[in-house]
């Protein structure tokens, strides 16, 4: 049912408060202010060496966000490949390490490979799935579900952000265990993380402008999406988005690799949508849009007030997410890069429900 919303895609989209509200009861102690996992572990996070991770495609970018959690709050090695590569790697996985796995529909061919493989080497095994009674669930040794409820479009939105919403709680729990995270750290990356489905809320505001944008987006060949720190992979989200509802080619980049390759596309027909909170790279990332406007490019900044204060730059678009704690950012920043997405394959009359060659569930290699 797509209530009153003309597809799926839509609907969940707008679902994101409610249920990573939803996930978020179901990982945090509200009245204590800490992480509380619904699952004993059978490791100790403060006993591992290394965190492997694998998942494909916008399960895999949610990796990508997390091993920047992992490594900073947790101080966590982390090493991630999608699973395609990872299933034939013949990695050497440590006996008694810990192997995350992340999926939706806990059926991807590739991605049980790769747990499969892990499990082989003696690995424990902890998924992040989205559909309970699935094969990648009963095999894995610990499952965390995401609390997404049926995804039903097949680009995936609201599942992406409530796995980001498990992954980040994952990330603290470790950080404790680790101790590398101080109680005054946890409380307020806690408080952070309370305030996300009310600031989801406030990013859903910002839709009428995204529409009105959605129109230069289609006109446009080629499209660039930069980001630096969890922005990156959220650039590589925001570009997978686009190209597989709309079928624009897209390429997200990490900011700073512009220079080594990409820079050369840039001309006054290529948007170039940078995702950018006021976080610890901000100000790098500006240089690397002043790059692109000296270039004529025409930059749609996902960003801050704090941000578009103090860029000053002719951007074609601001959108203007609420302030938070940057560590939080990929999950209030994951509803602009959808929303481009879905108004740009809607103006241009594309099933963003159902596009072509793709299926939900991808159970052959
Ligand atoms: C993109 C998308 C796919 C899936 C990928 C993994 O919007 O939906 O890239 O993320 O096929 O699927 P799951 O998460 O079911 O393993």
């Known amino acids: 049912d797509k209530g009153n919303h003309r597809h799926f895609m839509g609907k969940e989209i707008h ?10 009861s179901h990982y945090v102690d509200l009245a204590e202010g800490r992480v509380v996992l619904p699952e004993a572990l059978p490791f100790d996070f403060g006993k591992l060496n290394r965190l492997y991770i694998t998942a494909c495609g916008t399960a895999y970018y949610a990796g990508l966000v997390a091993r920047y959690w992992f490594e900073q709050i947790a101080r966590l090695p982390v090493e991630i490949d999608v699973a395609s590569e990872a299933r034939y790697r013949e990695a050497p996985l440590e006996r008694d390490g810990l192997t995350l796995v992340i999926s939706q529909s806990g059926e991807t061919a590739d991605t049980l490979a790769s747990l499969r493989y ?43 952000a409530c ?66 720190g969890t922005s990156y992979p959220m650039a590589l989200e925001g570009a997978l988005k686009l190209k597989e509802i709309s079928y624009i080619h897209a390429e997200g980049y990490a900011a700073g690799e512009l220079k080594h390759g990409p820079i050369a596309l840039i001309d006054e027909s290529v948007p170039v949508i940078v995702i950018a909170p006021h976080d610890g790279v901000f100000e790098k990332t500006v240089s690397n849009m002043q790059e692109v406007a000296a270039r004529g490019g ?35 920043y994951a509803l602009p890069i959808q929303l481009i997405a879905y108004h740009t394959a809607v103006f241009m009359g594309k099933d963003v429900d159902q596009p072509r060659n793709l299926a939900k569930s991808v159970t052959v290699e």
Do not use: W
């Open 15 to 24: 679902e994101q408060p409610e249920v990573v509200g939803r996930t978020l």
């Open 118 to 160: 892990a499990k082989s080497q003696g690995q424990h095994t902890l998924c992040v799935v989205n559909v309970p009674t699935s094969t990648i669930a009963r095999e894995s040794s610990v499952v965390m579900p995401t609390l997404a409820g049926p995804e039903i479009g097949v680009a995936s939105t609201k599942a992406f």
């Open 163 to 228: 796995q980001l919403t498990v992954l980040l709680c994952l990330a603290i729990a470790a950080g404790r265990a680790r101790g590398t995270l101080t109680a005054e750290r946890e409380r307020a990356l806690i408080d952070a993380l309370i305030t996300v489905p009310g600031l989801m809320a406030e990013a859903l505001k910002q839709e009428g402008e995204i529409e009105g944008l959605a129109r230069e987006v289609a006109r446009a060949r080629d499209v660039l999406y930069l980001g630096r």
């Open 298 to 332: 025409r930059i749609i900044l996902i960003g801050d007030a704090k941000g578009a204060a103090e860029h000053g730059l002719d951007t074609l678009a601001t959108l203007t997410m609420p302030d938070l704690d940057a560590t939080v950012a990929p999950l209030v």
